[in-house]
């Protein structure tokens, strides 16, 4: 069969058209994994850093949550451990946990006693008394067990002692009737003063002064019982028995705001 021009023109343009799409098709996917590559790239990226963001933000969430979590359950524990520490305080002598108590601005530190007080509920509060006594029977004026078990022996218990260092110490709760003020009278003319005050002890030897601390707890430990309870008295012992009580020994009331 002789070669013609047609034939030869056919074969070219079939040869062309074929290697047209082949290339067409070649270049299609060239770009498609080229296109694909740039994008899986830029999605990983971005996809690292949504997660890095996300992981910063859970992980700070999460332990803001833990922690706010944390805080409120050894909040509740605590509570609910007072709650019970106040109920059974005949059978457990002293305890010894933290409590931050929920105004949060002050930190009191349960001790609770089962003598020097008279169990009771619902009664009425309106008046502080501050007092200060020491260990006169060991060595160390200021130790804080020689100092409880004087009161022990003595069959007394104030609600809160405070330290020289400042902190507070809970002996009786606040419903509970201490003995610690004994006879004596308020300025209103009311007699049996257990019976409305809280009891405050403030470690301190006759001679000696208050520390800053003392004063900067006894402040607190005030603002804090004023929060509670409307307060219309915060008197010395010596106010409520002059004659009979001298303590609290030293005590400048001008460092403190009533
Ligand atoms: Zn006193």
């Excluded at 002598?93 to 929920?102: A, E, P, T």
């Excluded at 100092?147 to 002692?161: C, D, M, N, S, T």
């Excluded at 902190?167 to 419903?175: C, G, M, P």
């Amino acid at each position: 069969m002789p070669f013609n021009k047609k034939t030869i023109l056919i074969t070219i343009l079939s040869i062309l058209i074929l290697g047209g799409l082949f290339c067409f098709v070649y270049f299609k996917k060239s770009v498609k994994i080229v296109s694909r590559n740039t994008e899986g790239v830029e999605s990983v990226e971005n996809d690292k850093n949504v997660q890095v963001v996300q992981a910063t933000k859970s992980v700070d969430g999460d332990i803001n949550n833990k922690k706010a979590k944390s805080v409120e359950n050894v909040q509740n524990v605590e509570d609910v451990k007072d709650e019970k520490k106040v109920e059974s305080d005949k059978t457990k002598m002293v305890s010894q946990n933290s409590v931050i108590d929920n105004s949060g601005e002050i930190k009191i530190k349960n001790k609770l006693v089962n003598w020097g007080f008279t169990e009771s509920s619902g009664r009425k509060i309106d008046t502080i008394i501050l007092h200060s006594s020491y260990d006169a029977l060991g060595d160390n004026p200021y130790d804080l067990e020689g100092l409880i078990a004087e009161y022990k022996q003595y069959g007394v218990a104030p609600h809160y002692l405070i330290d020289r260092k400042g902190k507070v110490y809970r002996l009786v709760a606040d419903k509970n009737i201490a003995w610690h003020a004994g006879a004596g009278q308020t300025p209103d003319g009311r007699k049996n003063v257990n019976n409305f005050s809280i009891g405050v002890e403030i470690m301190n030897t006759k001679t000696d002064n208050y520390t800053k601390k003392q004063y900067q707890a006894t402040q607190d430990l005030i603002d804090y019982l004023k929060k509670k309870y409307k307060i219309n008295y915060i008197l010395g012992h010596n106010e409520i028995a002059p004659g009979r009580k001298t303590d609290p020994w030293n005590f400048e009331w001008d460092k403190i705001r009533k």
